[in-house]
Each structure stands twice: as C-alpha cells, then as structure tokens.
C-alpha cells in the first residue's frame, strides 16, 4: 500500500505523466489527475517560471506561450528550479502538497477571470473539485485535499 | 489530435484523445484558416485541461463573441463536467 511519496518536477511533461500515474490509484482517475495537473502546471509556469497571470493570457492568444516556456527552462535563472509534489494517502481520502521554487504569489486576491481572459480558471476549478485547499502564507505551497 | 474539416461556411475542429495544453498549436492553426461558424467535435476527446478551456475562448473570440457562430458537440464525461463547472453552457451552445 502506497501511504506517502514525493515527486520532483520541472516541465509539465513530467507533470503529465505523474498525474496520470496517480490518478490511476483513486477511483475518481480523472478528477484526481485535474486537480494535480493544474496545481503542477500553476508550479512550473507561474511559481518557478515567474510567468504572471496577465502576460500569460498574451501568451496563450499569440500562441507564444509553449516557445517562452522553452526560453525560461533553459535560463540560467530558472533552469535549476524544482517543483515538488507530496503525496499522503489514508484510507478515504488523499492530501497532496505541491511546491515551487518560485516567490510566491497574492492567492488571497485571485479574481475568477471573465470570458475575456483565456487563462487563470485552473484554480478556482481545483477548488470546486477539492474538499479543501489551502496555500502557505507566501503562496508557493498549496495542499489540497481529494477523495 | 486536432483535425479541421471544412463544410461550406462551417469549419469543424474534430479533437482525440487529450484536449490538453499540447493541443495549442495545433488548435491555433485551425483558427487561423478563419470561419463564418465552427463545430467543435469533442465526441472523441477524453479529457480536457484548463489550457482546452483557454483555446475555446479564443475561438469564440475569433468568433466575434457570438454564440450562435460556435457549437461545442457531443462533450461527455470529464471533459462535459469541467465545462459545465467552468460556466461553459453559459457561453457556448453545448450540443450532444
């Protein structure tokens, strides 16, 4: 039986194929590998890669995004940050803490974006999906809770 | 996978497997070739991320904002729940 474990991550690649993974162990596969996707992906790309919410939804409207998320894996500045997932299983339900090497960010004031943004609803998702989520005070850990 | 199809002034964008953040250019480029109205086919889709969710946006822009111009088809399980719990059948015709 898996009761604890911990992942180490840079690109969404690799988020991919751990989220997966896990979602394979929980009945709800795919609610689990959501959740962990986005929270994983928000690591890379807004926590060690510094990409902001607005710049990223310029990103994504030119296309931009995949090429500038090459450009700052490859900076010396960026290149050696980690991101990390936790993973504490009990019988019923399952607490995962992700973390990034990032600065952090005002969780407390994130607006959900309108129609007129194409990025920034992972978030709120995850929360309609979760039991709970919580961010450490500085924004660069969050633990959410699924079944 | 994304594949566009083109019927007289209705482009179809037909996607399998993972509607996911490594759709983009792919999706991008079915934009690109500009439309009257679109069908997306998301019959053979089994799971969408937030990033799908950004691309349908920007084709409902693309669209003018008007929803008569876009029709989201045949979305079920996971990828109709997080459209649903995004607010997409507020924005968009969902059809099955």
Not at chain 1, 48 to 60: D, F, M, Q, R, Y
Not at chain 2, 66 to 73: C, N, S, T
């Amino acid at each position: 039986v898996l009761r604890s474990a911990r992942f180490e991550f840079r690109t969404r690649e690799e988020a991919v194929a751990i989220a997966r993974w896990l979602g394979a162990l929980v009945p709800d596969s795919a609610c689990t590998e959501f959740a962990l996707l986005e929270l994983m992906i928000n690591a890379i790309e807004h926590g060690n890669l510094e990409i902001g919410a607005h710049p990223k939804s310029e990103l994504v409207r030119a296309g931009a995004l995949d090429a500038e998320i090459a450009r700052r894996l490859a900076e010396p500045c960026y290149r050696d940050r980690v991101a990390w997932l936790d993973v504490l299983r009990s019988d019923d339900m399952t607490a995962y803490t992700v973390g990034d090497s990032g600065p952090g960010f005002a969780w407390q004031t994130v607006d959900e974006p309108g129609p007129d943004r194409p990025s920034g609803r992972g978030l709120s998702l995850v929360r309609q999906l979760s039991d709970s989520l919580a961010f450490n005070p500085t924004g660069n850990v969050v633990t959410v809770r699924l079944r | 996978m994304v594949q566009t199809s083109r019927s007289h002034d209705t482009a179809t964008i037909r996607i399998s497997g993972r509607f996911d953040f490594r759709c983009v250019k792919s999706f991008h480029a079915a934009l690109d070739q500009g439309c009257a109205t679109w069908v997306v086919d998301m019959s053979a889709v089994e799971y969408i991320d937030s990033a799908a969710l950004g691309l349908l946006l920007l084709l409902r822009e693309r669209a003018g904002n008007d929803p008569a111009r876009v029709r989201i088809r045949h979305a079920n399980g996971q990828p109709r729940d997080v459209l649903v719990m995004a607010k997409f059948d507020r924005m968009f015709v969902l059809e099955d």
